[in-house]
């Protein structure tokens, strides 16, 4: 289950280090890394920073007193 959610993001972070080194370079696994780390933590931040009322607003649940 954890690797259907990481999946994407290696795949992203994988795409993003080949626009920035090539592949065959020694540190493109390092590289690879830092860059899915960033995006992990983006993720996981705007998970814990997401505010209620957008949640509310993007299903139509607010309701106008």
């Not at 972070?13 to 995006?39: E, H, K, P, T, Y």
């Not at 996981?44 to 957008?54: E, I, K, L, S």
Request: hydrophobic share 65%; no cysteine; net charge positive.
């Amino acid at each position: 289950m954890i690797s259907w959610l990481l999946r994407p993001i290696l795949a992203l972070s994988g795409v993003v280090a080949a626009l920035l080194v090539a592949r065959d370079a020694l540190n493109f696994g390092v590289i690879q890394v830092m860059i899915s780390l960033v995006l992990i933590t983006a993720l996981v931040g705007a998970a814990a920073f997401w505010p209620q009322r957008w949640t509310d607003w993007i299903f139509g649940r607010i309701r106008k007193t």
